[in-house]
């Protein structure tokens, strides 16, 4: 979810570029929409730790996975309804990916024995980077192939795709996975 997070994020970054040719906008209007994402995602993270501390990292990392999905998807959309409908859909798009880091950290401290809780996070941080290369070397083929709507389906469409597969295969403990044999169950509840 981190690589498809970041991935999302920063495909924007190039996205703008013919975007601002095609609705001619100045660059005090593109770094608004560049920044309007930050304002949503400062805005989840503290309710997004309450809420997976509340709800289970499970259903809080999908539902944020869902709804920045839905408003990079929709970014051709917005920006075509209106310069004030995109710097909307980004805040909101920022609001859903500010819930990533904050659920994953309550997921982790369920699953991840607390000897091996550094390396987790070093590897879940690496997919951030894994996700801002991809999309940046990504995202230039698919405007000129296709133009700038391409970059924002392919990349919503990743999201949407990753959504089902977690919702049949995640949990938010080993207490609440069917697939934990009680063996393994009881090793992970003693070392985390």
Same mark, same amino acid.
């Given at each position: ?22 609705? #001619? ?42 709804? $920045?999905?839905?408003? &990079?998807? &929709? ?9 004030? &409908? ?24 369920? $699953? ?12 879940? #941080? ?30 919503? #469409?990743?999201?949407? &795709? ?5 919702? $049949? ?24």
């Amino acid at each position: 979810s981190i690589a498809v997070c970041y991935a999302d994020r920063a495909n924007f970054s190039v996205g703008i570029l013919p975007m601002a040719r095609e609705f #001619t906008w100045d660059k005090a209007q593109e770094g608004v929409l560049l920044g309007a994402f930050f304002y949503g995602y400062v805005a989840s993270q503290v309710p997004g730790g309450w809420l997976s501390r509340q709800f289970g990292g499970k259903q809080v990392l999908g539902t944020g996975v869902f709804l $920045w999905s839905f408003f &990079t998807a &929709t970014t051709v959309a917005a920006a075509h309804a209106g310069y004030s &409908t995109l710097v909307a859909a980004r805040i909101l798009m920022g609001l859903g990916e500010g819930v990533a880091f904050p659920s994953i950290h309550e997921l982790l401290s369920k $699953w991840v024995p607390a000897t091996e809780s550094s390396r987790a996070v070093a590897i879940i #941080t690496s997919a951030s980077y894994i996700g801002t290369v991809a999309a940046l070397a990504l995202s230039s083929p698919l405007i000129d192939y296709f133009d700038w709507p391409a970059v924002f389906y392919v990349f919503g #469409t990743m999201g949407f &795709t990753w959504v089902p597969a977690w919702l $049949w295969l995640g949990a938010s403990s080993p207490e609440t996975d069917p697939s934990v044999s009680s063996a393994e169950k009881a090793l992970i509840i003693r070392t985390r």
